[in-house]
């Protein structure tokens, strides 16, 4: 049986569903856009031009609901399916966008260069449990503007995994496009087998601002799949009750729903979020609460409850360090979202409330996400009668270590860990160093490193995507260590 | 295949029937025993060495084990006949009295009988004289008592101190395991060693006899 784990009674998702509707038509919610506007016009909303509220109506939310796709299949840069975002299926990508990187040598806090991010990109493509990559990095070596082609164009070149990504800018959405139509070969290649998904963030409260709103309309007219990533701050700009932070979240997902399904029925769209228990001590936004991840259950509920896939930020921590914290607040949060079913899981590697990226703490998080894939496998039945002819079997032999039985089913019934984790006696882990975990993953990220079989992509696309990403006459492709 | 590969086959995916098969073949066949136990040894030291770079599990080298202990039997009468030596000395093994944790003594005996030891596995709660005299009757030349809890292993101690007292502690190499063994109780109760794992325990069991 697959464990379950539930946080909402089912009235009260009803609840929250009508008081987000009643939210958005009594109340309304901010559009920055002139196009978003003109979309919402055009379906006979009004929208202020001054205030720039638009108040839309129950009945086209639920029209809205009725057209957004159920799941949402995820495809290599090969063409091959990943994941289909749906159901309780899981899928896990890196925490995005890093401002810095815990370096791994000098334990320090610091600003990403390309190297960084080449790096991570490759190992990334290695982790078994890890099925997709994101533009985890931003680079500092390359001037803002061109951070989100750029980190695309490594992402593409560097992994087969499909891509969690985003646009800071709005001029970077046609270009990211183009690089990805590059890879399939053509528009309705890429709308049949997404290979990226856009991760979309409105402000709180009730905004989408002209950036956000510019995301998902491009994104649903090309049909490539949006993530809205709502996140209220409870307290702060959100209310400081749970179910109320879980109700703007719902409000500020809809009114995005409600614009993609207006440019295209059946644009592909992802419930998802990263709110956060505001810290009334220090003004933080900690991924680590035990409250953030409580919120982000209650939030996905919602979004299950409305047949959507889900996303969530979980399985972070806000340490800067590696330390206890950064895997216990990590270990709580990925397991909680595996065992609720969460489609995308976003966030391995992160530290420092979403800031930080360390190439030690992804691959040990990849552990705890292939924990939790086995755990929600839950206990399964191989045998009938279950036991009884193995504990006859022991009577003539006094363990089962070598049996038929133990070999046939060892390696599906236990997960086997990487090196990474410590069960060695005192003594032999006294022989080899008392490495910290620290330590070993240090020692994986290199064998990784050097295991890494080299870029596979074709020379011509790898062309074709430098031209794509060419500027000013700088020549990309001298920045990658082909 | 050749005759080798086959038996490495046959002992790295732990068939039993295979490698019996095989060391019958090798005697209808006439083929030099200490050729074709050469063959076997290679292979389960093959197996030793991926579980020691974590591409093999217990249950895969166990069953390595007694495969290679499968073709060992059937190789045994020849053994006599021939009067080859192939022996690398015999070994009691046990876990101590008021202990009942056997399984790593039991892993333990079972890769010291494929790497060629003779190896005379007393069980469970054995009382410490039983070591010694069974120790004496057969003329072992290492004993290995395990414990696994912290009660039970000040045994070792006692083991070690009988020996001293009936006069023969250098008759025998004492290994000692189980958890709560440390280098430090090694050294304090005047053992010859203890390993981090089985098949370690193997290596230093070859090298004491070795010096």
């Known amino acids: 049986m697959r464990p379950v784990i539930n946080v909402l009674e089912e009235e009260i998702k009803e609840k929250v569903i009508v008081e987000a509707m009643e939210i958005l038509e009594e109340i309304g919610f901010f559009v920055e856009n002139t196009e978003a506007a003109e979309i919402l016009r055009n379906a006979g909303i009004n929208v202020d031009s001054e205030t720039q509220r638009a108040l839309i109506p129950a009945d086209l939310v639920k029209k809205s609901l009725k057209t957004a796709p159920q799941s949402i299949s995820l495809y290599n840069r090969e063409g091959d399916i990943v994941s289909e975002l749906g159901g309780n299926n899981i899928c896990f990508d890196p925490g995005s966008a890093a401002l810095n990187v815990l370096d791994s040598e000098t334990n320090e806090i610091r600003k990403p260069v390309t190297k960084d991010y080449i790096e991570f990109t490759k190992v990334v493509d290695q982790l078994e449990h890890i099925q997709a990559q994101s533009t985890a990095i931003i680079c500092s070596d390359v001037p803002e503007d061109l951070g989100d082609r750029y980190r695309m164009y490594l992402s593409l070149?560097?992994?087969?995994?499909?891509?969690?990504?985003?646009?800071?800018?709005?001029?970077?959405?046609?270009?990211?496009?183009?690089?990805?139509?590059?890879?399939?070969?053509?528009?309705?290649?890429?709308?049949?087998?997404?290979?990226?998904?856009?991760?979309?963030?409105?402000?709180?409260?009730?905004?989408?601002?002209?950036?956000?709103?510019?995301?998902?309309?491009?994104?649903?007219?090309?049909?490539?799949?949006?993530?809205?990533?709502?996140?209220?701050?409870?307290?702060?700009?959100?209310?400081?009750?749970?179910?109320?932070?879980?109700?703007?979240?719902?409000?500020?997902?809809?009114?995005?729903?409600?614009?993609?399904?207006?440019?295209?029925?059946g644009a592909p769209v992802i419930w998802g979020g990263s709110p956060a228990a505001f810290d009334m001590r220090k003004a933080t936004t900690p991924m680590g609460s035990i409250d953030t991840m409580i919120l982000d259950l209650g939030y996905v509920e919602i979004g299950k409850f409305l047949n959507l896939p889900t996303h969530a930020y979980l399985g972070m921590s806000d340490a800067k360090i590696l330390d206890m914290q950064t895997g216990f607040e990590t270990g709580m949060g990925t397991l909680l979202a595996g065992i609720k079913g969460v489609n995308m899981i976003s966030g391995a590697g992160m530290m420092d409330f979403e800031t930080t990226q360390s190439i030690q703490k992804l691959v040990i998080d990849n552990e705890i996400c292939g924990m939790t894939h086995k755990f929600i496998k839950g206990i399964i039945q191989r045998d009938e009668p279950i036991a009884k002819d193995l504990i006859k079997d022991m009577e003539e032999k006094t363990h089962l270590l070598s049996h038929d039985h133990t070999l046939k089913w060892f390696r599906e019934e236990q997960y086997i860990p990487s090196k990474i984790i410590d069960r060695s006696t005192t003594e032999e882990w006294e022989n080899k160093g008392r490495k910290t975990i620290g330590d070993r993953a240090n020692e994986t990220v290199t064998k990784l490193l050097s295991k890494y079989p080299g870029v596979s992509l074709d020379e011509d696309i790898i062309e074709d995507l430098t031209k794509i990403m060419k500027y000013e006459n700088v020549d990309f492709k001298t920045k990658l260590d082909l | 295949m050749s005759f080798a590969e086959n038996c490495k086959e046959a002992i790295l995916n732990g068939n039993i029937e295979l490698a019996e098969k095989l060391a019958n073949q090798a005697i209808e066949e006439n083929i030099d025993i200490n050729i074709a136990i050469d063959a076997f040894s290679l292979a389960i030291r093959k197996a030793g060495d991926l579980f020691e770079e974590g591409d093999f599990f217990l249950p895969e080298l166990m069953r390595s084990a007694e495969a290679m202990k499968g073709a060992m039997t059937v190789f045994e009468p020849k053994i006599m006949e021939d009067k080859v030596d192939r022996s690398l000395g015999k070994v009691i093994i046990g876990t101590i009295e008021g202990d009942i944790h056997d399984i790593g003594k039991t892993l333990v005996a079972a890769l010291m009988s494929a790497e060629g030891f003779e190896v005379f596995d007393l069980g469970a709660d054995v009382p410490v004289g039983k070591f010694i005299d069974k120790a004496e009757e057969v003329g072992a030349k290492i004993i290995c008592i395990s414990a696994l809890l912290t009660t039970t292993m000040v045994g070792q101690k006692k083991l070690i101190d009988q020996l001293k007292e009936r006069n023969i502690r250098d008759k025998f190499k004492v290994l000692i395991g189980g958890a709560p063994v440390s280098k430090k109780w090694v050294e304090e109760i005047g053992a010859d060693g203890s390993a981090e794992n089985a098949v370690s325990a193997v290596k230093l069991a070859r090298k004491l006899l070795e010096e």
């Open chain 1, 157 to 265: 070149i560097y992994s087969n995994k499909p891509i969690v990504t985003g646009t800071f800018i709005k001029e970077s959405f046609e270009i990211m496009k183009d690089m990805l139509v590059s890879i399939r070969g053509g528009e309705k290649e890429l709308r049949d087998k997404p290979l990226a998904i856009f991760d979309a963030c409105p402000s709180p409260p009730l905004k989408w601002s002209d950036l956000t709103c510019q995301s998902i309309i491009d994104c649903a007219k090309y049909g490539i799949p949006s993530e809205f990533v709502s996140m209220p701050m409870t307290g702060a700009n959100a209310p400081v009750t749970i179910l109320g932070a879980i109700v703007q979240h719902a409000a500020e997902t809809l009114a995005g729903l409600v614009i993609t399904q207006l440019v295209s029925p």
